[in-house]
């Protein structure tokens, strides 16, 4: 994880790097440094924390230099303190890196017996001390690059700035993404288009295995050889996504706010509302194919849960699937004649790029259902499905994950038109309620904050909190749960609501707050039995519920939100809003840093 950039630029550069590193902040906040050439000698300024402590002490001691690389750290190995923090320097090397590197134990032992000193706990100095080596051994800065590359086992996106060289930074990528940014006189890199965004959209990305020389007017690339390689230059439309947060507190509330919206986007490039149909979906051929295989990580797989039940229900499409950390190693026997979907907003996720691969290996057909549409998990796969939730800021995914099911939904559906598991009515009934949607949302979001506030208040004050649900509201709990305990850090667990009594019944005290979702669908008496248990022994209820559910059920829930009854296809994107909103408000009430919460990051690159 981690963000990496570079500039060669006419004039200083450290506040244009803060700047395109503020852009990578989702990738990581632990720790912000950058590094330039000044005076034919390397500077750098490093802070622990957000961006905003680099700024500081920018501010304090300015860093003058026309060339220059910085970072914004996820920490994987070695505590998130200055003395870990990039550029580390290493005898008139200076370099960034994203990823790991898995031998760098192996390394170190080696450099360490020929005298290097290690200053920090990172996987990253072994590079400098290689390089160093290398140069000592006579090679030039191309040699020694190459020669350090060809020892790294693991996944790197680097910029590495010589000293002795004050007008080229070299730059490297296996694994995490690596984009190279043509100015006008002027060359950037950076591990995403938007970082770059304000100062080009001419763009090169590296291939997995590439190196490269950039100099002002240009880079010379090469593969893992070193042969010299053409990669192609293309216009990024990532300007698009510069994103502020208009009149909310907080990107997640925003993104809340957007969902009515950007669902309509996504449902709109799948179905046509004229006519009630799902355009046929090209890339997969879910008429012919005997199964589905679906990876994802975190929010992400949660949608694809969801989306399980609804190509087993409506297509009668068996689907296997797993969290993708879980699903590369599983060694699932899965036919060359199926395929496999990939779901991620980011389209960085390693594990679930690894599983992609994987699939494709296998001779799967693979599909992308992704949000950044130049992402590598986008590049890779035989089809790509967009979710057209336009940028995602807050770590906490909400409008990617509505976007997903409504991709999901509307794949579902086409699925089972092509293999005829439902007939004409049932496709137009289902499209129809599908067409509903965004305007269900906008109503639902513009009933309920007042009422969520006074839960979120109370919810606030507790230590554990349990969400329970059948159907589609099983995943959904657990969404619940992974919400809030992310950005409140508040303890819940989602579970399924019949899982109850065969453990964590035993958690239930006056204390817990039990969250029960049930739209009134097939299950809900089975879940009303569930929540009575609950009940029973003392457990505080808050019921997520419909006018139907509400008028049904005997049961003294301590709180019932009353969304508007919708179809069964529907109730997960509706039902989604209250839950997200409890965890938003209650994370405020908290005051818990919502947007980039403790310990994670927007973008999971490593494994
Ligand atoms: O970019 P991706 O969708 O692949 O990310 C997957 C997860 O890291 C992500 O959904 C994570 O669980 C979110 N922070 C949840 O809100």
Redesign the pocket.
């Known amino acids: 994880m981690c963000g990496i950039v570079g500039i060669i630029g006419r004039q200083p550069v450290s506040y244009r790097l803060v700047d395109a590193l503020k852009r990578l902040e989702y990738r990581g906040y632990d720790s912000a440094g950058v590094a330039t050439i000044t005076g034919g000698a390397l500077q750098r300024r490093r802070a622990e924390g957000k961006l905003v402590n680099l700024e500081t002490r920018l501010k304090e001691e300015p860093l003058s230099g026309t060339i220059g690389i910085g970072h914004t750290r996820w920490a994987t190995h070695g505590a998130p303190t200055e003395r870990n923090a990039h550029p580390h320097f290493t005898d008139g090397v200076a370099v960034v890196h994203n990823g790991i590197i898995e031998n760098f134990a192996e390394l170190k032992d080696e450099l360490a017996a020929a005298g290097a000193e290690f200053q920090t706990d990172t996987d990253t100095e072994v590079i400098g001390y290689l390089l160093a080596k290398h140069r000592r051994e006579g090679m030039n800065r191309r040699e020694a690059m190459h020669a350090m590359l060809k020892r790294l086992r693991g996944a790197y996106a680097l910029a590495i700035l010589f000293v002795d060289d004050p007008s080229t930074i070299m730059t490297a990528r296996n694994g995490p993404p690596l984009a190279i940014g043509h100015g006008d006189g002027e060359m950037f890199l950076g591990s995403d288009a938007i970082a770059l965004a304000p100062f080009t959209n001419e763009i090169t990305y590296l291939a997995d295995g590439d190196w490269a020389v950039v100099g002002r007017t240009g880079a010379q690339i090469f593969d893992f050889d070193a042969h010299p390689v053409e990669r192609p230059r293309q216009t990024s439309i990532a300007v698009a996504y510069l994103a502020n947060k208009g009149n909310h507190r907080h990107f997640m509330e925003k993104e809340i706010y957007e969902q009515p919206e950007v669902t309509a986007h996504a449902l709109g490039h799948y179905i046509d509302f004229t006519q009630n149909r799902v355009d046929t979906v090209s890339g997969i051929d879910f008429a012919r194919i005997p199964s589905l295989a679906i990876a ?6 949660l949608a694809g849960l969801i989306g399980k039940y609804w190509f087993e229900r409506y297509a009668r499409l068996p689907v296997e699937i797993d969290v993708a950390s879980e699903f590369r190693y599983r060694e699932i026997p899965l036919s060359p004649r199926s395929a496999a979907l990939f ?7 390693a594990d ?1 790029l690894a599983s992609l691969r994987y699939c494709k290996g296998l001779g799967l057909k693979t599909g992308a259902v992704v ?1 950044v549409g130049d992402s590598t ?1 986008a590049r890779e796969a035989d089809a790509v499905f967009p979710i057209l939730a336009g940028p995602e800021i807050g ?4 409008k ?2 509505t976007c997903q099911l409504a991709v999901l939904a509307a794949l579902a559906v086409g699925a089972a038109r092509a293999r005829g598991t439902l007939s004409e009515d049932e496709v137009q009934a289902l499209v129809k309620s599908l067409a509903e949607m965004p305007r269900l949302m906008g109503q639902v979001l513009n009933s309920i904050q007042a009422e969520i506030e006074l839960l979120a208040r109370e919810l606030s004050k507790s230590h554990d909190v349990l969400y329970l649900g059948r159907g589609t509201s099983f995943p959904l709990a657990m969404e619940g749960a ?2 809030l305990k ?1 950005i409140s850090y508040i303890h819940a667990e989602g579970y399924a609501a019949g899982e109850l009594k065969h453990g964590p019944i035993a958690l239930i005290d006056e204390n817990t707050p039990v969250i029960v979702i049930a739209p009134h669908d097939r299950f809900f008496d089975k879940t009303v039995s569930n929540m009575q248990e609950v009940a029973a022994r003392g457990g505080r209820i808050i019921l997520i519920t419909d006018e139907q559910g509400a008028a049904a059920s005997k049961l003294d829930a301590s709180h019932t939100i009353v969304l508007p009854a919708v179809d069964e296809i529907i109730a997960p994107m509706i039902f989604s809003l209250p839950i997200q909103l409890l965890a938003y408000n209650t994370a405020v009430f908290m005051g818990t840093d919502v947007d980039q919460p403790r310990n ?1 990051a ?3 690159t490593v494994e």
């Open positions: 994802a990580c975190g929010t992400a797989y779901i991620s907003q980011s389209g960085e996720t679930t949000n998990i770590v906490a995914s909400t990617a994950f992974l919400k992310e994670l927007k973008s999971v």
